[in-house]
T-cell receptor, first 113, second 113 residues
Framework: GNSVTQMEGPVTLSEEAFLTINCTYT??????LFWYVQYPGEGLQLLLK?????DKGSNKGFEATYRKETTSFHLEKGSVQVSDSAVYFC????????????FGPGTRLSVLP | EADIYQTPRYLVIGTGKKITLECSQT?????MYWYQQDPGMELHLIHY???????EKGDLSSESTVSRIRTEHFPLTLESARPSHTSQYLC????????????FGPGTRLTVL
C-alpha cells in the first residue's frame, strides 16, 4: 500500500538556520505530494504541493521538489524564523477513487531565537 | 483561504455522555473527512463522505458515527463517550474529484473524564 516516511523529530534550530525535513514515499502510479503545517492549537494548513515529477512547490520561503527517481519530496527553507515553529506533515494522494490520502507521522520543528 | 469550521473547539465531558462534534464548510466541497489525531501527532482517518447521503469508514476503527444530510455539514457523533475517545478531532474537505487538496478546520480537542 501507499506510505509516507518522514525524518523523526523534534528538530531544533536557531533562527536563520537552514531547514531540511526529509520525506520519502511509496506509491503506485503518479501521486500528488503535499506538505502541510500545523501550528499549536490549530488544524492543518496546506503549505505547498506538487502534482508531477520535477515540479517544485513553494510558499512562504519553503520549497520542495518532487523527485520520482528517489521517491522523495524534501522540505527546505533557507532561513527559518521563530514563527516557523510547528509540526510539518508530508502527504500523498494517489488520485484514485476512494480513500487515497496518506499522511506521514509529522515532524516537530522548534526554532530558537 | 479555506472556510471550514468546527465547534466546539474544546470539550470536557464525563464518561457515558452522548456528544456531537460539528463541522461545516462554505466552499461547496463534496468530499469531507474526519481524522483523529493522537498525542504523537499522527493522523488517522476515521470517516469520509463523497457527498450527501454518502458515508464511509476510514482506516482506523472508530465507535463514532457520521451523517451527511447537507453538503456543507458533516457532524460526528459519539453515543457513549469513554476516556479512550480523548483526542483531537480534525475535519477536512476537498474539491474532489477536481483536486485532492484537503482543507482543514481548526479541530476539536475532546477530553473524556
Amino acid at each position: 500500500g501507499n506510505s509516507v516516511t518522514q525524518m523523526e523529530g523534534p528538530v531544533t534550530l536557531s533562527e536563520e538556520a537552514f531547514l531540511t525535513i526529509n520525506c520519502t514515499y511509496t506509491a503506485t502510479g503518479y501521486p500528488s505530494l503535499f506538505w502541510y503545517v500545523q501550528y499549536p492549537g490549530e488544524g492543518l494548513q496546506l503549505l505547498l504541493k506538487a502534482t508531477k515529477a520535477d515540479d517544485k512547490g513553494s510558499n512562504k520561503g519553503f520549497e520542495a521538489t518532487y523527485r520520482k527517481e528517489t521517491t522523495s519530496f524534501h522540505l527546505e527553507k533557507g532561513s527559518v524564523q521563530v514563527s516557523d515553529s510547528a509540526v510539518y506533515f508530508c502527504a500523498l494522494s494517489d488520485g484514485n477513487y476512494g480513500q487515497n490520502f496518506v499522511f506521514g507521522p509529522g515532524t516537530r520543528l522548534s526554532v530558537l531565537p | 483561504e479555506a472556510d471550514i469550521y468546527q465547534t466546539p473547539r474544546y470539550l470536557v465531558i464525563g464518561t457515558g455522555k452522548k456528544i456531537t462534534l460539528e463541522c461545516s464548510q462554505t466552499m461547496g466541497h463534496d468530499k469531507m473527512y474526519w481524522y483523529q489525531q493522537d498525542p504523537g501527532m499522527e493522523l488517522h482517518l476515521i470517516h469520509y463522505s463523497y457527498g450527501v447521503n454518502s458515508t464511509e469508514k476510514g482506516d482506523l476503527s472508530s465507535e463514532s458515527t457520521v451523517s451527511r444530510i447537507r453538503t456543507e455539514h458533516f457532524p460526528l457523533t459519539l453515543e457513549s463517550a469513554r476516556p479512550s475517545h480523548t483526542s483531537q478531532y480534525l475535519c477536512a474537505s476537498s474539491e474532489w474529484p477536481l483536486t485532492d487538496t484537503q482543507y482543514f478546520g481548526p479541530g476539536t480537542r475532546l477530553t473524556v473524564l
